[in-house]
């Protein structure tokens, strides 16, 4: 089927060079989804004939690196872009492949694992590739050389306009293979509006306590790809609607029937609000924070930042933080059993710290300087408008223009006699023994106007 998307040329570059190698390639899965659906791809996914070795062949050590053992693929470099290039798969013969770690053998060993895929490098062509995929509106093949788009299931497209998700094949067995599928299949729900074909449903309800079974790192990385998302809110929402939360984030959802659960999907999806009027950037470590408040405001007594009657004498100093070392506990705790990202929790335990020094008379310049402002503020902003908290807009407006008259966050000087002076020093001397720029240095253009 011919069929034109205007693609990044970074993209085009790397299909036409396989392809010039003489290798099938395609672009494949969600960027053609989104691209059906008129929106700009977050990523771009690249398949080709080439085996792995031969892709690193084509683009020589330097720009392209072999990773994953379950799933091998290789990371390819365009510029300043990283793409994901596998090969071609097909259905792995049955019991070909021992698992590769030792917790895989454990897991392989217990009944209800019987049909999971441990090992997932079989070879084969791109239409055998289409039908061992996960769902029909992810099995989509484009040829931008070519201009060419190709649907093997036949049901890619269709399913696409009419935004259902449909699995390939036994929907059972699908999940039963790969149970992170059943995230995969919520994430189309609460990110594009989806809904599940009803077989596809029943198996996914079926099968949901066999998301124990995936490992915590696979797991671990789809909860960092949610947290990154602009759908954070939407997502967590389908996953409490069909069950699958207590499977993935059990802590959170023994509150289920509580208030807490509620308050932070409700914090979420302001969030995600306020990404999509363009208010704040996308950030996974305040998405962090959002979900996890008021369940550490059960655990620190959230009360004492609300009713703090701080001081505005400048010379006084600042009221306690809440403990950093016991957010980064809780955090562990409301996360578990999954691994969080250091940079990510490190950021959160920041902007939370700050939160009970914005309820009082505190010094609004002094807080300004606070290393995670930015972040902080945010948090605030958001539940304000979640309704989580009420306060008066002039103290929103107060802080805008004294960051307007102070020439922005990053235009100060860190006091290294503060808790948050003395963080930010070790951290300026951790960046300069690793000669990188920090991730987490806030951007100039923190507060938009509203």
């Given at each position: 089927?011919l069929?034109?998307?205007a693609?990044?040329?970074?993209?085009?570059?790397v299909?036409?060079?396989?392809?010039?190698?003489?290798?099938?390639?395609?672009?494949?899965g969600?960027?053609?989804?989104?691209?059906?659906?008129?929106?700009?791809?977050k990523?771009?996914?690249?398949?080709?004939?080439?085996?792995?070795?031969?892709?690193?062949?084509?683009f020589?050590?330097r720009?392209?690196?072999?990773?994953?053992?379950?799933?091998?693929?290789?990371?390819?470099?365009?510029?300043?872009?990283?793409?994901?290039?596998?090969?071609?798969?097909?259905?792995?013969?049955?019991?070909?492949?021992?698992?590769?770690?030792?917790?895989?053998?454990?897991i392989?060993?217990?009944?209800?694992?019987?049909?999971?895929?441990f090992?997932?490098?079989?070879?084969?062509?791109?239409?055998?590739?289409?039908?061992?995929?996960?769902?029909?509106?992810?099995?989509?093949f484009?040829?931008?050389?070519?201009?060419?788009?190709?649907?093997?299931?036949?049901?890619?497209?269709?399913?696409?306009?009419?935004?259902?998700?449909?699995?390939?094949?036994?929907p059972?067995?699908?999940?039963?293979e790969?149970?992170?599928?059943?995230?995969?299949?919520?994430?189309?729900?609460?990110?594009y509006?989806?809904?599940?074909?009803?077989?596809?449903?029943?198996?996914?309800?079926?099968?949901?306590?066999l998301l124990?079974?995936?490992?915590?790192?696979?797991?671990?990385?789809?909860?960092?790809?949610?947290?990154?998302?602009?759908?954070?809110?939407?997502?967590?929402?389908?996953?409490?609607?069909?069950?699958?939360?207590?499977?993935?984030?059990?802590?959170?959802?023994?509150?289920?029937?509580?208030?807490?659960?509620?308050?932070?999907?409700?914090?979420?999806?302001?969030?995600?609000?306020?990404?999509?009027?363009g208010?704040?950037?996308n950030?996974?470590?305040?998405?962090?924070?959002?979900?996890?408040?008021?369940?550490?405001?059960?655990m620190?007594?959230?009360?004492?930042?609300?009713?703090?009657?701080?001081?505005t004498d400048?010379?006084?100093?600042?009221?306690?933080?809440?403990?950093?070392?016991?957010?980064?506990?809780?955090?562990?705790?409301?996360?578990?059993?999954?691994?969080i990202?250091?940079?990510l929790?490190?950021?959160?335990?920041?902007?939370?710290?700050?939160?009970?020094?914005?309820?009082?008379k505190?010094?609004?310049k002094?807080?300004?300087?606070?290393?995670?402002?930015?972040?902080?503020?945010?948090?605030?902003?958001i539940?304000?408008?979640?309704?989580?908290?009420?306060?008066?807009?002039?103290m929103?407006t107060?802080?805008?223009?004294?960051?307007?008259?102070?020439?922005?966050?990053?235009?100060?000087?860190?006091?290294?006699?503060?808790?948050?002076?003395?963080?930010?020093?070790?951290?300026?001397?951790?960046?300069?023994?690793?000669?990188?720029?920090?991730?987490?240095?806030?951007?100039?253009?923190?507060?938009?106007?509203?």
């Amino acid at each position: 089927m011919l069929n034109h998307f205007a693609v990044e040329e970074s993209v085009y570059n790397v299909v036409a060079a396989l392809q010039d190698a003489g290798y099938e390639t395609y672009i494949v899965g969600g960027a053609i989804r989104d691209l059906l659906l008129n929106r700009i791809p977050k990523d771009y996914d690249i398949s080709t004939a080439a085996t792995p070795e031969q892709v690193r062949d084509v683009f020589g050590k330097r720009r392209a690196r072999i990773i994953g053992r379950r799933f091998q693929l290789v990371h390819v470099r365009a510029g300043k872009e990283l793409f994901e290039v596998s090969t071609f798969r097909r259905a792995p013969a049955e019991k070909k492949h021992e698992p590769l770690t030792p917790g895989a053998r454990k897991i392989a060993a217990l009944e209800e694992a019987e049909n999971m895929i441990f090992n997932d490098n079989d070879f084969g062509s791109s239409e055998e590739d289409a039908w061992r995929r996960d769902f029909t509106v992810n099995a989509l093949f484009y040829d931008p050389v070519a201009d060419e788009l190709i649907d093997y299931t036949g049901s890619g497209i269709a399913d696409i306009e009419s935004g259902l998700v449909r699995a390939i094949g036994d929907p059972k067995l699908r999940f039963e293979e790969d149970p992170v599928r059943m995230l995969r299949a919520l994430k189309l729900v609460g990110q594009y509006g989806f809904k599940l074909e009803r077989k596809t449903e029943d198996a996914l309800r079926a099968t949901l306590p066999l998301l124990e079974l995936a490992s915590v790192s696979r797991l671990s990385l789809e909860l960092e790809k949610i947290l990154n998302s602009s759908y954070t809110g939407a997502i967590m929402q389908a996953f409490t609607d069909f069950g699958l939360l207590k499977h993935f984030l059990p802590y959170i959802s023994q509150n289920n029937e509580s208030r807490h659960l509620q308050d932070a999907l409700a914090l979420l999806k302001a969030r995600d609000k306020r990404i999509a009027s363009g208010f704040y950037r996308n950030s996974a470590s305040v998405a962090m924070a959002a979900l996890a408040l008021p369940f550490i405001d059960c655990m620190l007594d959230g009360n004492t930042r609300r009713n703090y009657a701080g001081s505005t004498d400048d010379n006084t100093p600042l009221p306690p933080f809440w403990d950093e070392e016991l957010i980064r506990q809780a955090l562990l705790t409301i996360y578990s059993p999954l691994a969080i990202i250091k940079r990510l929790s490190c950021s959160a335990c920041r902007m939370l710290a700050i939160q009970p020094l914005l309820f009082g008379k505190n010094n609004p310049k002094r807080l300004v300087r606070l290393r995670g402002f930015a972040h902080a503020m945010e948090l605030f902003k958001i539940q304000n408008d979640a309704g989580y908290i009420e306060c008066d807009d002039e103290m929103v407006t107060r802080y805008r223009e004294l960051i307007a008259n102070l020439g922005g966050i990053n235009n100060r000087e860190e006091k290294t006699g503060s808790k948050s002076g003395e963080s930010a020093g070790n951290g300026r001397r951790r960046r300069k023994r690793s000669g990188k720029r920090s991730r987490r240095e806030p951007v100039q253009n923190d507060f938009p106007q509203e």
